[in-house]
C-alpha cells in the first residue's frame, strides 16, 4: 500500500513498532489496521536518496492490507489496453469494518 507520512507519524511508528501513517481525510494520524484488526508490524524503515521518500518494511498481521478486502492494495494490472484484477478478495469489506 501507500499512504501519506509526516515526522509526527514517523516518530509515532518507531516508538509504538507498527505502521503509522497522516490521514489527510481525517487531518489526524492513522494507525493501520485499527478499525480492521489488521495491523502492519514494524520491522525497518527506509529513507531515500533525495530524503522525501520514506518505505516502511511491515509485517502484514491478519494477511489483509487492502480496504477491498485483498492481501495488497496494487491488485490491479494493465495489459492488453485494460485493467486486469489478479488477487481475490479474502474478506468482505463490511466483515472488516463494520459498514454495509
Known amino acids: ?4 507520512a509526516n515526522r509526527e507519524a514517523l516518530q509515532t511508528a518507531i516508538d ?3 505502521a503509522v ?3 489527510r481525510s481525517r ?4 494507525r493501520k489496521g485499527e478499525e480492521s484488526g489488521n495491523i502492519q508490524k514494524l520491522v525497518d ?10 518505505c ?4 502484514q498481521i491478519g494477511g489483509i492490507a487492502c480496504h477491498t478486502g ?12 485494460k ?7 479474502l474478506k468482505d469489506p463490511s466483515e472488516l469494518y463494520g459498514k454495509s
Not at 500500500?1 to 501519506?4: E, I, Y
Not at 487531518?27 to 492513522?30: C, D, K
Not at 516502511?56 to 509485517?59: D, L
Not at 485483498?70 to 489496453?81: T, V
Open 83 to 89: 485493467w486486469e484484477i489478479l488477487d481475490p478478495v
Open 21 to 23: 501513517y497522516w490521514s
Open 27 to 30: 487531518n489526524a494520524l492513522w
Open 16 to 18: 509504538e513498532g507498527r
Open 56 to 59: 516502511y518494511k511491515v509485517e
Open 1 to 4: 500500500m501507500q499512504a501519506w
Open 45 to 54: 524503515v527506509y529513507l531515500d536518496c533525495d530524503n522525501d521518500t520514506l
Open 70 to 81: 485483498r492481501e495488497s492494495c496494487f491488485f490491479q494490472k494493465f495489459s492488453n489496453d
